[in-house]
């Protein structure tokens, strides 16, 4: 497996999985921040394409397995395929079969929001919810916005990733900052939308935090790298500046949804910011 990546944090067993590579514009990944500097860290292709990856992960802990994200929508078409450039090096399905598990395994899934890169593979082939026998996490606000999307937000929500799911009643509506098993709660990372969250665990003294796309790679820590994606970009300014200090000072582990190249990092203070550097293997 080139991408199944294993962390111990205390008590907690996590993988960080894959659903393979895809592609966005670099220059609506990066926002303000000009093609020059961009670059230098995320390569573009002839398109002014970036690449990029899916990073669900897996959190094991106090007998339950917890699935952060599932994964890229793999229902598109050809042409939604050739779009995105879509390559499905790997899946979250394999990655799971390697650690002995299937889909009914899981307990939990935490969706951190519902765009179709991050909860694509919530419902299988046939239409149905992959995960049968666990209850998905979202909170309120995004449950909303994604059943009454407007002009901006229309092309990222995918009725069929979620539709099955809220009518088999797998859905565990939150409202904040709320604990799904002891040691892991969700925490609300507005900005790229406002019903984002993120996954926070704490174990032992050590803490994880899965970002969701309040920092969508490695190279997305400084401050002023907003996406142009986030529809809310100062409330994502001030998100980070109110998390990003603290994350630091926890010396937090630090996993990115969509880094092509590193699945675990820590936050490292500069004199303008933060950046991410990958922990050794």
């Not at 799911?165 to 790229?192: N, Q, R, S």
């Not at 529809?231 to 998100?239: F, G, K």
């Amino acid at each position: 497996m080139p991408w199944l990546q294993h962390k111990r944090v205390g008590a907690a067993d996590v993988y960080s999985l894959t659903d393979g590579l895809f592609r966005l514009d670099g220059g609506s990944m990066f926002g303000s921040v000009p093609k020059v500097l961009w670059e230098k860290v995320a390569p573009a292709d002839e398109d002014n394409r970036i690449q990029l990856r899916s990073n669900p992960l897996l959190i094991q802990l106090g007998g339950r397995n917890i699935l952060v994200d599932t994964g890229f929508w793999d229902r598109g078409g050809e042409k939604f395929d050739q779009m995105y450039a879509v390559e499905r090096d790997e899946t979250t399905f394999r990655g799971l079969g390697e650690l002995g598990l299937s889909p009914d395994d899981i307990h939990y899934v935490i969706n951190t929001h519902l765009h179709f890169d991050h909860c694509g593979r919530n419902t299988s082939l046939l239409g149905e919810p992959t995960f049968q026998n666990a209850r998905h996490i979202v909170q309120r606000q995004e449950l909303h916005d994604a059943t009454h999307p407007h002009e901006r937000s229309r092309a990222s929500y995918i009725p069929e990733t979620f539709v099955p799911v809220m009518e088999a009643d797998l859905f565990d509506v939150v409202e904040g900052e709320t604990e799904i098993v002891p040691g892991v709660k969700v925490l609300p990372l507005p900005g790229h939308n406002l019903g984002q969250q993120g996954v926070v665990l704490e174990s032992e003294g050590e803490v994880l935090v899965y970002t969701a796309d309040l920092l969508a790679t490695t190279a997305h820590a400084p401050y002023p790298y907003v996406m142009g994606f986030d529809l809310y970009p100062v409330t994502c300014l001030e998100t980070r500046k109110k998390y990003l200090p603290q994350w630091h000072e926890q010396h937090a582990i630090i996993c990115t949804p969509h880094d092509p190249n590193v699945a675990f990092a820590r936050l490292v203070e500069g004199r303008r910011g933060y950046t991410l550097e990958k922990m050794e293997e």
